[in-house]
């Protein structure tokens, strides 16, 4: 691509993305870091409906996981609760979708309750609500390398269309300590007000129409079914004595279609960018639906053309980082920048690995492919810096060191928060969203949306105070240098992936290790994947 024009201009970084999605201006966007914040705006925004209304709100949700039973607050309401509220008292259309998950394993703060059965059981109890209705998605390419791993909420109410997303579910590991696991997981997620939040409408849309269920659900109700449910509204009866379709279209298809205008919600311009998999009956296989067109709007187009578009410095939180395409990029792009600071999760606490040694062959390889290219074009590896989050003050694993954002942040300019892992899953194969947000410093100063996020996140895990970090060329020298012991209010500690893992290439099958597209079943049984706006 070249030496990027170093203006910090939106062309700039809408070329840096694409042509699609459309970086959109007018939107307010708030980050939200870990657990209790992201619980905390998700409690708000569902509360918006719970006020009379003219029976235009609603309530959408994507998710790869939601526990309905979880507090939001300590001692406070559920999404059940609040479900439950908006359908019986305000007649607030509700509408959920999960991943009909494959992993039937203990969920480690619920012994006895596995992920499918909570999903199951969440879609039940919407579908149980006379406006509410749930669906239980398999409709994907192969169940585990075509997960629906998008994590988004979607709500119409008091305060206009809000939408959610980033690394976030409703699940206890986000709040609840657990040495073993590193829980509560650290995570990032953000709430975006304004013509932003139409672009998670239209994800949730899209998904909604391409399930085989919404057909039955999304029928005009018939008077028998509009009675009974008037009886279960006013006399609070808890589950209807018929199947649970017949709930009527989304409301939210008509905002799609015909948006409202209204008044700026703030200065950040939003680009929606997403993957999205799922099964079509005879499909061809036909050429626009390769991987290599079908990418067009998704966060790795997104992410990579921003990795090689950055002057100044990449910040990155993952839960992974295996993407051998992420390395190439960023080697490729240390010709001209200052630094790159990376953050992940430490291999002995990430699951799903077919052996032990396979998360440190990962990120071993991923360092060499960036050495390697330092190495023939004479950049300097050293401006590549990785650590893993610790107890504070210790080199010790342990609650809250566990590292499950996807986020990435460059040049105080530009901030991506979504559901992909930097591997070939998260980027080729499951269904995921982010939120491109990009918005210029005001004069005179550094506080643009990306500075204040990065700044933030280095408080937490530095433990030095935000405005001591508001230069972005002084503040990556405040990182523990290598192998140091952290101070005391110090989270994070050096980690060295260029250690050579004890494991020989050979030994490691890398498509199981990070299965991508070309490991999907064959064509006739292939999902579609879609970008766009």
């Known amino acids: 691509m070249g030496t990027p024009n170093p203006q910090p201009t939106l062309e700039r970084w809408q070329k840096a993305i694409g042509k699609t999605p459309t970086l959109v201006p007018g939107n307010r966007v708030d980050y939200l870091i870990d657990g209790w914040a992201a619980f905390e705006a998700i409690e708000q925004a569902i509360e918006s409906t719970l006020v009379d209304n003219d029976g235009s709100y609603y309530i959408y949700l994507a998710g790869w996981y939601c526990d309905l039973e979880l507090p939001l607050k300590a001692q ?33 703060e619920q012994p006895g309750l596995d992920q499918r059965s909570i999903n199951t059981g969440a879609v039940a109890r919407v579908n149980d609500l006379p406006t509410g209705a749930g669906i239980l998605d398999n409709n994907t390419r192969w169940h585990y390398v075509g997960a629906h791993h998008q ?52 994800v949730f849309v899209d998904r909604w129409l391409a399930t085989p269920e919404h057909v039955a ?75 290599k067109t079908s990418m067009i709007g998704s966060p790795q187009q997104g992410t990579l053309g921003l990795i090689a578009t950055a002057m100044k410095y990449i910040y990155v939180e993952d839960q992974y980082l295996w993407n051998l ?98 591997n070939r899953r998260g980027w080729e194969a499951d269904s995921e969203v982010a939120a491109i947000i990009y918005d210029a410093p005001d004069p005179g100063s550094q506080t643009s949306f990306a500075n204040s996020l990065r700044c933030a996140l280095w408080q937490e895990h530095l433990g030095i105070a935000a405005k001591e970090l508001n230069n972005w060329l002084g503040a990556n020298k405040k990182w523990p240098q290598n192998n140091e012991d ?48």
């Not at 305000?90 to 480690?108: C, E, G, K, M, P």
């Not at 209807?240 to 989304?250: A, E, H, N």
């Not at 960036?370 to 010790?396: L, M, N, P, Q, S």
């Not at 494991?503 to 070309?518: E, N, R, S």
């Open 76 to 108: 406070g309401k559920t999404l059940d609760q609040l479900f439950y509220a908006a359908s019986m008292t305000f007649n607030v259309q509700v509408r959920i979708i999960l991943w009909d998950a494959i992993f039937t394993a203990d969920v480690r």
């Open 325 to 422: 395409d992420a390395a190439r990029a960023i080697g490729l792009a240390l010709g001209h920048l200052q630094y790159v600071i990376i953050l992940i999760s430490h291999t002995d606490q990430v699951e799903s690995i077919p052996n032990p040694d396979g998360g440190v062959w990962a990120h071993y390889n991923f360092m060499k492919v960036i050495a390697d290219i330092c190495r023939e074009k004479g950049y300097d590896v050293r401006k590549v810096k990785t650590f893993h989050r610790v107890v504070k003050g210790t080199k010790d694993l342990g609650p809250n060191t566990y590292v499950h954002a996807k986020c990435w942040i460059f040049d105080d300019e530009v901030a991506v928060i979504g559901s992909a892992n930097c």
């Open 486 to 533: 952290p101070k005391k209010e110090c989270s994070v500690v050096y980690y060295d992936m260029t250690a050579k893992p004890p494991l020989h290439p050979t030994d490691v099958v890398w498509d199981k290790v990070d299965p991508g597209d070309k490991n999907l079943p064959p064509c006739g049984n292939r999902s579609i994947v879609i970008g766009g706006d």
């Open 217 to 291: 659900i999304d029928r005009q109700p018939d008077d028998y079914t509009r009675l009974y449910r008037q009886i279960q509204q006013t006399y609070g009866t808890s589950r209807p004595f018929m199947p649970s379709d017949q709930k009527g279209p989304l409301l939210g298809l008509k905002d799609v279609l015909a948006p409202a205008t209204g008044k700026a919600a703030g200065n950040q311009y939003v680009a929606i960018a997403r993957t999205f998999n799922f099964v079509t009956s005879g499909d061809p296989c036909a050429q626009e639906h390769s991987i």
């Open 151 to 202: 994590k988004l909420l979607v709500v119409k109410g008091s305060q206009g269309l809000i939408g959610l997303c980033g690394g976030i579910d409703v699940n206890a590991d986000r709040i609840k300590a657990d040495k073993k696991t590193g829980a509560p997981l650290h995570d990032v997620h953000c709430r975006i007000s304004g013509a932003g939040a139409l672009g998670l409408l239209k």
